[in-house]
């Protein structure tokens, strides 16, 4: 599948969310945690820490940069830190963002957003729920009247 604004020389194998992240021997990723929705019991909520991991397969120098959109897309939650990876020929590149206190206001489907040279390239839903105390989801804010 290729992303929009995707050059041909550059390919976006995966973009994961997890836990953490962490280097083994032989240059392998352990992924710990990995998610594509966050359930809890109430808003706002604040994730300690997180990670966006994005593996690359083409050719040369790049600069990535991930951002997490409110579900309106109005606004940023969070912004990583431009990060400048180089894929070699015949190789890949993992680019691992991680993320510290970051704090979701409501549930929703947010956006995980990932620009490549300033160019949005992939983006992902990352999806927070409500449940109650027994697992079963919140009640929705919206009137059951209006269909």
Known sequence: MKAQGQTPQLQLVYTICCDDVRLEVGNKLSL?????????????????KFAVV?????????LSEVRILTPDRRQAIVLAEPSPFEVAP?????????F????????GH??????????????????LLQVDASGSPAPDATSEAVN
């Open 54 to 62: 994005s593996q690359w397969r083409g050719l040369g120098r790049h």
């Open 110 to 127: 947010y956006r995980v957003q990932t620009l490549v040279d300033s160019t949005l390239t992939d983006e992902q839903e990352l999806t």
């Open 100 to 107: 510290f206190n970051v704090e979701f206001p409501a549930p």
């Open 90 to 98: 015949g190789g890949v590149a993992n680019n691992i963002s991680f």
């Open 32 to 48: 710990m945690g990995v998610f594509h929705q966050i359930v809890v019991q109430q808003f706002p909520v604040t994730l300690l």
